[in-house]
């Protein structure tokens, strides 16, 4: 393979390299019996959002019969309801939440997943698995004492508990997943920046930030999706000032006669992190797994 | 040399200090969140404390723990726990599983494939939840029903007479996904040289799966069900939604066990002592997990 083989040779190793990169490329593709299965099974994990998409379009007459009606007049009528009752008030909440909780979580999570890779602490291997080891407690465990605390704070049906809660809870997933987007930075780029004279502030701003900013965009679009769809904290702390899963579990009462409503509601509040989620899917590994697989 | 000796350590505090810094407002706030109310249940767990019998709290000794260990509901949700979590991670895991070995080659339309199977992660799990209720497993009306027709099997009543399987099918269902990714990003971690030997040595597919993807997968397998077990543990809203827990507590996992104590019986003591029970219980569930991660860790290191 080096340069200074014989003329044979070459002529020797040329069609066995194209073998080779041949077979490597069989080797990545799949035979179509495969192909299919995956198709199959993707498809049939997709099904019960189909069939909540196709439901959305019926009338509640064609969404209650006893079999899955396939053709129908589709109508727009139960989206047309779905933002009745005070929808707006509560995905105005929801986004509040979501938003706000992820930038603070964004400004705490950067400069300590920096103290944790870029320029280390002692011992910030332990610090990490601190962080991590918070994901694991059960949250109901904790539940009295944040609701008394909040009581005795008047902060019960208030949106700012719920922002608070939802910093803690994603506090530790940015940290551990900023920190391996921040080792992947070349340690001589840093060097060279301090050899120029740059400050450290001025290494972040110019050189560390525009390196990592896709992976601080889809660790804060996780963010978003996890505060967004969070059940637990908003039912036991809140009522009426609340986010969309608790305008959601009002649907509770209302019983098989609303499937076609249920499911129009259901898909409109599920859009926003099913798109969020869709374009940071190649990050999510990497944050659930906090960085432990590339 | 003689002057620097002294002044040494101060610098080194100095700049230790200085790299700490950025890392204490996380820190801080993580421990407030996240520590502090698990220290506070400790305290109320020793404490008479029921709203409906006065706000006043009295200093009770172990007497919630007797409580906790005496209530045969209480055990009846750690087995449901372990049922719940168990069933639904294994499925969860096979499923994974399978889909990640048929992702893993290019096809085409693979992106799209593997974009629709891991949206069931992504949707609002308590929008779901309603929708399954009366659209997948309403006796009358369900997508189940249906297809048990269509199988020739009578019409079975989901969430009441089979609620432990509907809470593990929507749960696993949620989490297939997840799996399937991890799965994936290990498949995909194996070198090429491992399986193309084996191929040379006229291994058939089963082998080639037996000898050399599931050895290299194993840690990826274990820390799936890790994952997948620390996060399915929790369940909340499909319960809630779906079955309230019930028939006779049938699915009324630790979760909502003591969402039912401190939310429905406002006995806030004897909450905080289940709560502090079923701590303990997942911490010896978690020290494994993280002993694992730390493993993982050291390989990547090393590598």
Redesign the interface.
């Known amino acids: 393979m080096t340069t200074t083989t014989a003329p044979a040779e070459i002529e020797d190793a040329a069609p066995l390299t194209e073998k080779a990169r041949k077979r490597r490329r069989d080797n990545d593709t799949a035979h179509w019996p495969i192909a299919l299965v995956g198709w199959l099974g993707s498809l049939l994990l997709f099904s019960p959002i189909a069939y909540m998409l196709l439901k959305s379009f019926q009338t509640e007459t064609d969404a209650a019969s006893p079999s899955p009606k396939l053709v129908f007049t589709p109508t727009l009528d139960n989206y047309r309801g779905a933002f009745g009752s005070g929808f707006w008030a509560y995905a105005g909440n929801s986004l509040a939440v979501a938003v706000v909780s992820t930038l603070v979580v964004l400004l705490l999570a950067l400069p300590a997943a920096y103290a944790l890779s870029v320029r280390p602490v002692r011992k910030s291997q332990d610090t990490l698995f601190f962080f991590i080891s918070t994901k694991m407690m059960p949250i109901a465990a904790g539940i009295i004492p944040i609701y008394i605390v909040a009581q005795r704070l008047n902060l019960l049906n208030t949106v700012l508990v719920l922002i608070i809660l939802h910093i803690g809870m994603n506090l530790p997933l940015a940290v551990w997943m900023i920190r391996s987007f921040l080792q992947e930075v070349p340690p001589g780029v840093l060097e060279a920046a301090g050899l120029d004279g740059a400050s450290r502030l001025r290494t972040m701003r110019s050189i560390i930030l525009p390196l990592v900013s896709p992976g601080l965009w889809s660790t804060a679009l996780l963010c978003c999706v996890f505060s967004w769809n969070e059940y637990f904290y908003a039912v036991n702390l809140t009522t009426t000032t609340s986010t969309l899963p608790l305008f959601m579990q009002k649907f509770l009462s209302f019983g098989e006669l609303y499937t076609a409503q249920v499911a129009a509601v259901a898909t409109v509040v599920s859009i926003p992190v099913v798109i969020l989620g869709w374009i940071c899917q190649r990050s999510l590994v990497r944050g659930l797994l906090f960085g432990a697989v590339k | 040399m003689t002057i620097a000796v002294p002044a040494r350590p101060a610098l080194r505090r100095r700049e230790?200090r200085s790299?700490?810094?950025?890392?204490l407002?996380?820190?801080i706030?993580?421990l407030?969140?996240?520590?502090?109310?698990?220290v506070?249940?400790v305290w109320?767990s020793l404490r008479n404390w029921n709203l409906l019998a006065g706000d006043d709290s009295t200093f009770a000794g172990v007497a919630n723990f007797r409580a906790t260990f005496a209530d045969g509901t209480f055990w009846k949700s750690i087995g449901n726990t372990v049922v719940l979590t168990g069933g639904a991670t294994v499925a969860a895991m096979l499923?994974g599983l399978?889909?990640a070995?048929?992702?893993?080659?290019?096809?085409?339309?693979?992106g799209i494939?593997?974009?629709?199977?891991?949206?069931?992660?992504?949707?609002?799990?308590?929008?779901?939840a309603?929708?399954?209720?009366?659209?997948?497993f309403?006796p009358?009306?369900g997508?189940l029903?249906?297809l048990t027709?269509l199988a020739g099997l009578p019409r079975v009543n989901w969430l009441s007479e089979q609620s432990t399987l509907s809470i593990v099918m929507i749960t696993s269902?949620r989490w297939?996904?997840?799996a399937m990714?991890?799965l994936?990003?290990?498949l995909q971690?194996l070198p090429?040289e491992q399986?193309?030997a084996a191929r040379v040595d006229g291994a058939n597919w089963w082998q080639q799966f037996r000898r050399v993807m599931l050895p290299h997968l194993r840690p990826?397998l274990e820390?799936t069900a890790l994952?997948l077990s620390?996060n399915i543990?929790?369940t909340?809203?499909e319960i809630?939604?779906l079955t309230a827990g019930g028939p006779a507590y049938g699915t009324t996992n630790?979760?909502y066990y003591?969402?039912l104590r401190?939310?429905n019986s406002f006995d806030?003591g004897t909450?905080?002592a289940y709560?502090?029970v079923?701590?303990v219980l997942?911490?010896a569930?978690?020290l494994p997990?993280?002993r694992l991660?730390?493993g993982?860790?050291q390989q990547?290191g090393r590598r």
């Open positions: 230790a790299r700490r810094l950025p890392l407002p996380a820190l706030i993580t407030l969140l996240t520590q502090i109310p698990f506070l249940t109320y499923v399978a889909l070995l048929t992702l893993q080659k290019k096809f085409p339309g693979r494939a593997r974009t629709l199977a891991i949206t069931p992660f992504f949707v609002m799990p308590v929008a779901v309603l929708f399954w209720r009366s659209a997948v309403d009358s009306f997508l029903g249906w027709d269902w297939t996904p997840f990714l991890v994936l990003a290990g971690a090429d399986l193309e990826f820390l994952l620390m543990i929790q909340f809203g809630a939604l630790i979760t003591i969402y401190a939310f806030f909450a905080s709560g502090l079923a701590l997942t911490i569930l978690a997990a993280l991660l730390s993982i860790f990547e």
